[in-house]
């Protein structure tokens, strides 16, 4: 691999659940998009996937216990973007007023 890669902190909350505008506010990040939880959900599962590759990265660069805990931590929040995403197509089908 040619080049050096920094790897660094990860981007997004360091916990499942954290509060997203408490994040936001700690690295002074600004949400700019407004729309349905759909499309929300959908930049959410693009900046987990985009952190996940930056961690796999990180890992393949030098594997340590760290860098191996960022990426289980960035498959978590993927994991939890789709399970919302599931969540809310359920709910969809079952209060169509609710699209």
Not at 15 to 24: A, D, F
Not at 69 to 89: G, I, K, P, Q
Request: proline share 3%.
């Amino acid at each position: 691999m040619s080049g050096a890669v920094r790897c660094s902190a990860p981007t997004a909350p360091a916990r499942v659940g954290e509060n997203q505008s408490s994040y936001e506010s700690k690295v002074g990040a600004v949400n700019t998009i407004s729309g349905s939880l759909r499309d929300e959900l959908g930049v959410d599962f693009s900046r987990a996937c985009a952190q996940l590759a930056e961690a796999r990265l990180c890992q393949d660069v030098k594997d340590t216990s760290a860098n191996r805990a960022a990426v289980v931590e960035c498959w978590t929040r993927v994991d939890a973007v789709l399970d919302m995403y599931l969540l809310d197509r359920q709910l969809r089908e079952v209060e169509p007023w609710a699209q």
